[in-house]
């Protein structure tokens, strides 16, 4: 069954007589090359177990399938999720659907796996501080999102696009764009661009309080035009004068601004402030 046939996908849309709801950025992918780059992206192999959110009505997740091992996937509407499970399911048997809110559930998976997903745009931020935050982390992130957010994720020390989930995504792995997706490979065309983000080499970070890093980097953002001395000083309730000792201690200039941090200067800031 070819989902990314536009009129094959309206007429089972019109089968199950289906709405797409924007409020759950359903967006569902129409371009077998896009599809195909997604997947050669997550690099999923034949022994891999693999975790979706988001199936739509499989157009992935029947990819995915063919490839992997084992598929994991989520899908919170019981309307596409019945799609899933009588299109995708009924062919493939190492596909185990799940339906339900992903960010409320736990992951059933052992072991190493890998994330390959077409996201609601409006989650990503939540799904990815669902894994780096709580675990269990993935060997392998593999997302299709907005442009921008990708952009956000990917940028490097010095680029005013950085944000504090931008260090979080980094403190844990290595994060690229690897392609671009135009609005018109997507049922109903969103209106914004879009981009495969990965995210490798993920790791445990080692001799890291998470929970005081995360601190001190969101206290940094927390002004982020303003130099890190006052940005610290506001976002951690302390005295300017403690915060520029602070920095100082650390080797870093006073008038740099949160953006401009790399991994290991925020790591020296957790590790000396008191």
Not at 169 to 183: D, H, M, N, T
Request: hydrophobic residues 40%.
């Amino acid at each position: 069954m070819d989902f990314t046939n536009k009129k094959e996908l309206i007429s089972i849309l019109n089968e199950y007589g289906l709405r797409l709801q924007k409020s759950l950025g359903q967006h569902f992918l129409i371009n077998k090359i896009d599809l195909d780059m997604i997947v050669e992206a997550g690099q999923v192999e034949a022994g891999d177990t693999v975790l979706e959110i988001g199936t739509g009505v499989g157009v992935l997740t029947q990819e995915l399938c063919v490839r992997a091992k084992k598929v994991v996937a989520y899908e919170m509407d019981e309307k596409v999720a019945k799609v899933v499970r009588e299109k995708v399911l009924s062919r493939h048997d190492n596909l185990e659907l799940i339906v339900g809110d992903f960010l409320k559930s736990e992951i059933p998976i052992e072991g190493n796996f890998k994330v390959v997903a077409n996201l609601p745009y409006q989650i990503t931020t939540p799904v990815l501080r669902r894994f780096l935050e709580r675990g269990p982390l993935p060997e392998r992130i593999t997302i299709l999102i907005q442009k921008e957010v990708a952009e956000r994720l990917s940028a490097l020390p010095g680029s005013a696009d950085r944000g504090w989930v931008t260090v979080l995504v980094q403190l844990f792995g290595e994060a690229k764009i690897v392609y671009y997706v135009r609005p018109s490979s997507f049922l109903p065309e969103p209106a914004v661009e879009s981009a495969v983000l990965v995210i490798e080499n993920i790791k445990q970070p080692v001799d890291v309080d998470l929970k005081k890093f995360l601190s001190i980097v969101k206290a940094g953002f927390s002004s982020k035009r303003r130099q890190l001395v006052n940005s610290l000083a506001g976002g951690l309730g302390i005295k300017n004068e403690q915060a520029r000792e602070l920095l100082e201690k650390c080797g870093i200039d006073p008038k740099m601004r949160a953006e401009d941090l790399g991994i290991d200067q925020w790591k020296s800031l957790t590790e000396n402030f008191v």
